[in-house]
């Protein structure tokens, strides 16, 4: 029986103090629903609520860590270009 390997996904949350936050996760609603409930990343605690403001598909998890890297060393303004560019 073959294995299914996990799809991993980075995903970027915009706080209520209008801040952003990116991380990669397996399960993006399901994260979110965590980071809501206060036992997301310590950042995303004191800063509630968050709403899923982008999100990608990666091919592994070594992939959606150097993605989020990339993201989170983007400057602000090119961030919420790749946000306003998404669906959400």
Same mark, same amino acid.
């Given at each position: ?40 990343? %310590?950042?995303? #605690? ?20 150097? #993605?989020?890297?990339? $993201?989170?060393?983007?400057? #602000?303004?090119? %961030?919420?270009?790749? $946000? =306003?560019?998404?669906? =959400?």
């Amino acid at each position: 029986m073959p294995t299914q390997t996990k799809k991993w996904y980075v995903y970027v949350l915009r706080c209520g103090d209008g801040s952003l936050y990116t991380g990669v996760t397996t399960d993006v609603t399901s994260r979110v629903r965590v980071h809501n409930a206060g036992k997301g990343a %310590k950042y995303t #605690r004191s800063h509630l609520p968050v709403e899923l403001a982008y999100s990608e598909a990666a091919e592994d998890r070594s992939t959606a860590l150097q #993605r989020e890297a990339e $993201i989170k060393k983007l400057p #602000r303004k090119e %961030k919420r270009e790749l $946000i =306003f560019q998404s669906p =959400f």
